[in-house]
């Protein structure tokens, strides 16, 4: 008999009728058991066949699985150090069969009539890794990973051909070992694969702004009471500086009264253009990030007279992280920012103990953030933007600018328009380094120009771009170098 609470004592001298139901028990236990048990004896089948008296060995057995322990003499008594772990269920006095119930580590002890002992077993109780490893093999073929227990985690090792494989074979053993923290991944890559994301960043902003109107300014003299009339509607924009209208102004004088009126006439078009192309290279499944601007001051608290200042980052920055999914696959995750300061919407700070004052600029920013999927030197618009703008007014006397026709004299109008045209378009490409004489710099063949060219001819540099010179193959469209007109 055999008590799996405490250590269990198996006697071999029970009787045939004992030993019939004590085998039919193991049996039930090992009915619904399937598959190979990995020990350091044998690895092939389910038996561990002991010749020699007083051997001692380590056998790794699988959770749930069952190990056949054959004895070269017959036992009375099967020790086991923790039950919980291992339950021993003797069948014959030379046969016991060990069966795994809990990840862990414990021993047995097989003792004959004498009391000398027969076998010393090491046991380790782990997961039976044989169904991951077929999984593996029928999922992601022609790849080398190497599949380890320890108690009960998952180890994952060895080589395969891309970041996606690498992937899917983690996924498969977290669902295996139920918990994703349980999966060690210590696989590498054969072959890293480097991305290189060019990102055009192409902004247009076109401005319209009018003003058309007649200010009047009138003192009239009634007894001893002066009476004042005023029409003042100056046009000032205050975008990054001040911008007042044109006008035409003329006086009447007679005596106490005094009229003058004053003709606004203005109109401004504006175009500006924002292009920025960072270009950046990370290897496949690390971060890289590339910020090429500034930083500038921003008080974010103080205590009496002290200001305590953070600097906060401005320009074009770009961050992304790529995944070779297969071959020409990428799965990209993108960061991309064009920012600049301005004194539009600027905050400005006074001391009241000093009168000191602080003006902390504003930032116009272009941000987008997402995720995208690609071949390499596939281009995709990651976002985009049309934004259009109209501001009219009319400012004048009340109820005279009101009047038809003869209103017009006493009113004018304000009328300002913005539209605004966005994209952003992100090209990864698939890399490889090259030569060193295959790539050059925007300073090529630059010379500061001597005194005399400096002074006499207005350069600041001599020219170059000598023909027979190498240059990078391909066509590059715009503007480059240093010189620019």
């Known amino acids: 008999m055999f008590n799996s609470n405490t250590l269990v004592r198996a006697s071999m001298a029970v009787r045939p009728a004992m030993l019939s139901i004590v085998a039919a028990m193991a049996m039930a236990f090992l009915i619904p058991l399937t598959g190979t048990v990995n020990t350091t004896a044998a690895a092939a089948d389910m038996d561990l066949y002991i010749d020699e008296v007083g051997t001692k060995r380590y056998v790794k057995i699988g959770l749930g699985k069952s190990l056949i322990v054959r004895l070269p003499r017959a036992a009375r008594d099967v020790l086991v150090?923790?039950?919980?772990?291992?339950?021993?269920?003797?069948?014959?006095?030379?046969?016991?069969?060990?069966?795994?119930?809990?990840?862990?580590?414990?021993?047995?002890?097989?003792?004959?009539?004498?009391?000398?002992?027969?076998?010393?077993?090491?046991?380790?109780?782990?997961?039976d890794l044989a169904v991951l490893r077929r999984m593996m093999r029928r999922l992601i073929p022609d790849n080398a990973i190497k599949l380890e227990s320890i108690n009960d985690n998952v180890v994952l090792s060895g080589v395969v051909r891309n970041a996606s494989q690498a992937k899917q074979a983690s996924d498969l053993a977290a669902r295996f070992a139920g918990k994703p923290e349980n999966v060690l991944n210590m696989l590498s890559i054969s072959g890293k694969q480097q991305v290189t994301l060019k990102v055009t960043i192409a902004e247009m902003q076109r401005t319209v702004l009018k003003q058309l109107g007649v200010d009047?300014?009138?003192?009239?003299?009634?007894?001893?009471?002066?009476?004042?009339?005023?029409?003042?509607?100056?046009?000032?924009?205050?975008?990054?500086?001040?911008?007042?209208?044109?006008?035409?102004?003329?006086?009447?004088?007679?005596?106490?009264?005094?009229?003058?009126?004053?003709?606004?006439?203005?109109?401004?078009?504006?175009?500006?253009?924002?292009l920025a192309e960072p270009t950046l290279t990370a290897v496949s499944g690390e971060s890289a990030k590339f910020l090429a601007g500034g930083e500038f001051p921003v008080p974010v608290g103080g205590d009496g007279n002290e200001i305590t200042i953070e600097f906060k980052p401005f320009g074009v920055g770009l961050g992304f992280t790529p995944v070779v999914l297969s071959e020409g696959r990428i799965s990209l995750k993108i960061s991309t920012e064009v920012s600049e300061l301005s004194n539009e919407n600027a905050l400005s700070l006074t001391s009241s103990s000093t009168s000191a004052s602080l003006t902390v600029p504003a930032l116009i920013t272009r941000r987008a953030e997402t995720v995208v999927e690609m071949p390499s030197g596939g281009s995709m618009v990651m976002a985009g933007l049309i934004k259009e703008q109209t501001k009219q007014e009319l400012n004048g006397v009340p109820g005279i600018k009101d009047v038809p026709i003869l209103g017009a004299l006493f009113r004018s109008r304000d009328f300002e328009r913005s539209d605004t045209e966005l994209v952003v378009i992100v090209t990864p490409y698939i890399v490889q380094p090259v030569a060193r004489k295959k790539l050059t710099k925007p300073d090529k063949d630059f010379n500061i120009a001597h005194d005399v060219e400096t002074i006499l001819l207005g350069r600041l540099n001599k020219v170059y771009g000598t023909s027979g010179r190498a240059v990078p193959e391909g066509k590059y469209h715009g503007s480059y170098g240093f010189i620019v007109e």
């Open 81 to 127: 150090s923790d039950p919980e772990t291992v339950n021993a269920v003797t069948r014959t006095a030379r046969t016991t069969y060990l069966i795994g119930k809990k990840v862990g580590l414990t021993n047995a002890f097989f003792f004959d009539k004498s009391g000398r002992e027969i076998l010393n077993l090491e046991i380790q109780v782990e997961r």
């Open 216 to 274: 009047l300014t009138a003192a009239f003299d009634v007894a001893s009471t002066v009476i004042n009339l005023a029409s003042l509607n100056p046009f000032t924009v205050s975008t990054d500086g001040a911008l007042s209208g044109t006008s035409a102004a003329g006086t009447f004088t007679n005596g106490g009264t005094s009229i003058t009126s004053t003709i606004r006439a203005l109109e401004r078009n504006g175009l500006l253009r924002t």
